[in-house]
């Protein structure tokens, strides 16, 4: 898979991946360190490290139950850095109920 992934879009540039940028390697990385502890976490250990990790390299909050929402819609969507704004806009247009389904 992550060959496969690496040679996306690989026509358009002959010296390099075009997928396979500094914000996609990293992205892929962080999921490979989370995948290398399987042996000794839990699967529900190692997907909300990942959902951290991602937030962290998105600089959006992970402490309480809302920035946990926000952060897995992030990596839902695929969001760069330049989305995180946005996204927590549209994430307060949300109504209460709406946000409160989505933390829970």
Request: charged share 25%.
């Amino acid at each position: 898979l992550v060959g496969v992934m690496c040679g996306l879009r690989g026509a358009e540039n002959p010296r390099g991946s075009v997928f396979l940028d500094q914000v996609q390697g990293s992205t892929l990385m962080a999921c490979i360190r989370m995948v290398e502890r399987l042996d000794t976490r839990s699967a529900n250990a190692i997907y909300w490290g990942y959902i951290g990790e991602r937030a962290r390299m998105l600089d959006i909050p992970f402490q309480h139950l809302q920035d946990f929402a926000i952060a897995r819609l992030a990596c839902l969507a695929r969001a760069k850095p330049t989305d995180v704004a946005s996204l927590q806009v549209e994430w307060y247009r949300l109504n209460r109920g709406d946000r409160e389904v989505l933390t829970q």
